[in-house]
Every structure is written in C-alpha cells, then in structure tokens.
C-alpha cells in the first residue's frame, strides 16, 4: 500500500487542509475523470450506481432526491432515468465537475427534471427536509469532516426517506485481497498518473480508503447521524459496498 503523499496538492488529515485539497484534486483531474473512472474500474461503477439506484427505491412523481458529491453526474442521471415521473439534485463543490454533469444531463435529454448544482456537504443550503432521498457515491470518503457531512445528509431528507451510500471497501479474502491491493496501490497510480497527468490523486485514492472506518465503524456512523436499519452489502468481492438505511 502506498503511504500518505507529502505533496502540497494532496488531502490531508485537518479537515479544512484536506477540503481544499480535495477541491483542488478534483478540479485538475474533472476533464479526464469520466474516462479514468471507467477504465480503471473496467466499466464496474457502472453497475455499482444501478444497484445504489435499487437501494434507494422508488420515488414517486413530483419526488426529488439529491445526489451529493455528485462529481460529473452518472449517480444522479441513472436515478432520473430510472424513476421517470420523480427530480435530481446533484450538488458537488467543485465547479467543473458539475458543468460536465450539466452537459450530460442537457445530453440524455434529463435538464428539465435533474439540476446540477454547486454545494459543500459541510454545509448544505438546503432546509431541513428537502429531499425524499439521498445517495453519494465515491464522496463521503472526501469529506473534510465525515460524521458532519454525514448529519447534513440525514438532516435535508424527510423521515422516512432513504440514504444510500457507495464508497469503496477492502477485499476480506486474502488471495483477491493481495492481487487487488497491488492493483490498487501501484497499477492504478501509474496508469491513473499516466493519463490524468496528476498521479498524487491516483495515490490518494488507495491510501484514503486504506484510511476509511471500516464497514462496522461506518455503519455506528450512519446510525449516530439519525439512521435505522442500516445494511451493507459488499459488492464485485468487496472492493466496494452498498450502505443503505432509513432516516429515523
Ligand atoms: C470520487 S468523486 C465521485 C463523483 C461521483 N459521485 C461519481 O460517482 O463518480 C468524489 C466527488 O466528491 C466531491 N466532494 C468531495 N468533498 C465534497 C464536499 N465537501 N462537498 C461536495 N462535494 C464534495 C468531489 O468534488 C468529487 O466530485
């Protein structure tokens, strides 16, 4: 595994620094962040955003679901596309990840019911109760402070509604543990370096989820931010997981 970089440009531990950094990585690495994402994933995300879409369950007509972390907008777009009476909101703090979004959405013919917008999950400017559901795929492991971005997510959904969560985990068997290690921390820096052009944010990567609570700690998380019937399901042999659960 890699260890933390020492880069000025890469997240680190306080959470300001490391919301500046964030910004900052994201910001360079958005025009290129669609292709990598789906390479290096071998088109995997895909999939993991259908089965994040079925956890968060119907939503009816006039409904609206935020989409957090929304980065260039797939989460939000197969949401739309599959509940197609209901509304998105995709909101990420960095502009240019949400004007890709934008254009996508203009693209699949979806700007009339999704809206991509700027917002920091530290402190959303949304009122209590907006939204009939939530999802954040790949962004919580971002955030400069966790369980407050998490409490702001509990706090903009109405009871009842759900929270879905796509974030990635480590492998438990030890063979596929060791091969997905040694691509993750050494295969994916080099080819993501390659083509991004920014490789400490390909090193970041791996050492932020080697950092992350695993999934009983992330589960004592949601619950402490106001959630029940909290599950995880691990998915593709574990190197992502499902978290799901109801706003008390
Ligand atoms: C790995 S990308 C995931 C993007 C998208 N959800 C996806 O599935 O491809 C992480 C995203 O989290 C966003 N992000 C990180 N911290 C954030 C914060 N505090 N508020 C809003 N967005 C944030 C980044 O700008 C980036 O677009």
Redesign the pocket.
């Known amino acids: 595994m890699s260890g933390p970089t020492e880069s000025s440009d890469t997240p680190t531990a306080a959470p300001e620094a490391k ?1 500046a950094a ?2 900052t990585m ?1 910001t360079a690495i958005a025009p290129r ?1 669609d292709l990598l ?1 789906h390479l290096l994933s071998f088109g995997v ?1 895909l999939w993991w ?1 259908k089965v994040g879409t079925e956890a968060l369950g119907p939503l009816g007509p006039g409904q609206t679901a935020l ?9 939000a777009l197969q949401i739309a596309r599959v509940n197609r009476e209901a509304n998105v909101v995709g ?4 502009e240019p ?1 949400v004007e890709i979004a934008r254009h996508k959405g203009a693209a699949a013919g979806l700007a009339h019911r999704v809206r991509f917008e700027q ?4 402190g959303l400017r949304y009122a209590d109760a907006s939204f009939d559901g939530i999802t ?4 919580v492991r ?3 402070d966790l369980q407050k ?1 998490l409490a702001e997510m509990a706090r903009v959904i109405t009871p009842g509604s759900r929270m879905v969560i ?1 974030e990635f985990t480590t492998p438990t068997n030890r063979l596929f543990g060791a091969l997905y290690r040694f691509y993750f921390t050494k295969v994916l820096p080099f080819l993501g370096g390659l083509l991004s052009g920014r490789r400490s944010a390909y090193e970041y990567l791996p050492d932020s989820v080697y950092k992350f609570p695993d999934p009983p700690a992330f589960i004592r998380m949601l619950e402490e931010a106001g959630l029940t019937e909290v599950t995880f399901r691990p998915l593709t042999f574990g190197i992502c997981g499902l978290y799901a659960g109801t706003r008390a």
Do not use: H, Q, S, W
């Open positions: 919301a964030v910004n994201f962040y994402n995300d955003r989409d957090l972390a929304c980065g260039t907008g797939d989460f909101a990420d703090f960095v990840m917002g920091d999950a530290m954040c795929a790949f962004g971002n955030f400069g971005g796509l």
